[in-house]
């Protein structure tokens, strides 16, 4: 690829897929439940160490993705498929409201507020299955150092706007009321189960077990 052939919507359609993937969407509703006996110098670390966590794996993924494909043995194929059963599980959930606090307070029991930056919030809330399946299959899309470069700046700017929602999360808590977060995150779950669904069939059509209708 040179820079004369970059195609400005397939970028925007990374961006697009990396704000679902690793956007602060997933990750906002566990970071309030998890953080709010924390004071603020304290849940602005977390939110560094989330962030910073959540990118650096972000980047491993995107440079050495391909990599671990070949090493073990599976196929984007295989790989769509996984992504899109997990990530549908993590759809359902917030459709059923089966991730509220309870559930993310068992996964963080006896963690520290750093060690619970790292899990469950870095992994798999920020950056979430989407993102890590997008991420290992941009990886083996690669086929120049531009093209690389262009992945490591779209995760960064990623990462940065992630940074600015929870570094300010405090000032933007008071339009965060449990209503509206209720209403969000049923839309963004059936989003998401669209999103895991198209990830089942994307993967099937490749393997040339279904035919995918023309636009999809």
């Known amino acids: 690829m040179t820079l004369a052939d970059i195609d400005i919507w397939m970028v925007l359609d990374i961006l697009v897929l990396l704000l679902i993937g690793m956007g602060p969407k997933v990750a906002l509703v566990p970071f309030l439940d998890l953080t709010a006996d924390l004071d603020g110098d304290t ?11 959540g990118v650096t794996v972000a980047l491993i993924l ?3 993705g391909a990599f671990l494909m070949k090493l073990l043995h599976f196929s984007p194929e295989a790989l769509y498929i996984a992504g899109g059963i997990v990530f549908l599980l993590l759809a359902l959930k917030m459709l059923a409201g089966a991730g509220g606090s309870e559930d993310h307070h068992t996964k963080a029991s006896e963690r520290s507020p750093m060690e619970m930056a ?3 919030l ?3 809330y920020l950056l979430n299955p989407a993102g890590i399946t997008m991420l290992v299959i941009f990886s083996g899309a690669i086929d120049s150092w531009l093209m690389l470069a262009i992945l490591v700046v779209l995760v960064l700017l990623m990462g940065a ?3 600015l929602i929870f570094k300010n999360l405090d000032s933007l808590a008071k339009h965060l009321d449990k209503s509206r977060l209720a209403v969000t995150e049923a839309v963004f779950g059936v989003l998401l189960a669209a999103l895991a669904v198209q990830l089942v069939l994307q993967g099937l059509a490749d393997l040339g077990i279904i035919t995918l209708a023309a636009g999809h």
């Open 122 to 124: 870095a992994v798999p």
């Open 62 to 64: 995107v440079v050495l």
């Open 118 to 120: 790292l899990y469950p």
């Open 161 to 163: 706007f992630d940074w």
């Open 43 to 53: 849940r602005k670390e977390v939110a560094r160490r989330m962030v910073r966590t």
